[in-house]
């Protein structure tokens, strides 16, 4: 996952054969396939299991400078729940397509049939 274009890819949230084929119409809805070339984004079930490994390591990193804020910004102890359930409840949907991309993108590295 060295290519820079790769990692273009998963910002921009492309197919991870093509580089170019949107895998989502607007912002959370998936497309089937790549409009591009037609890779099959939909698998058997379970194939996301491993996203959600990803998509909890993207909430962890999201959720820790909200922690180093509350804490360095002096408040009080019992607002760090509160603050980083919300911070984190808000930021979940865009990290779990994101969970999503990188995991068609590793799955496509590793395996590329």
Do not use: Q
């Amino acid at each position: 996952m060295n290519n820079p274009g790769r990692w273009s890819a998963i910002l921009r949230r492309k197919c991870p054969r093509c580089l170019e084929g949107n895998i989502y119409k607007g912002w959370f809805r998936p497309n089937e396939s790549c409009p591009a070339c037609g890779l099959v984004f939909e698998r058997e079930p379970g194939y996301f299991l491993g996203s959600f490994y990803i998509s909890y390591g993207l909430g962890v990193a999201t959720g820790v400078p909200m922690v180093l804020v509350v804490l360095y910004a002096d408040l009080p102890f019992y607002w760090l729940f509160p603050l980083v359930a919300a911070w984190v409840g808000i930021l979940s949907p865009l990290l779990v397509t994101y969970a999503r991309t990188l995991w068609y993108h590793f799955d496509h590295v590793v395996d590329p049939r």
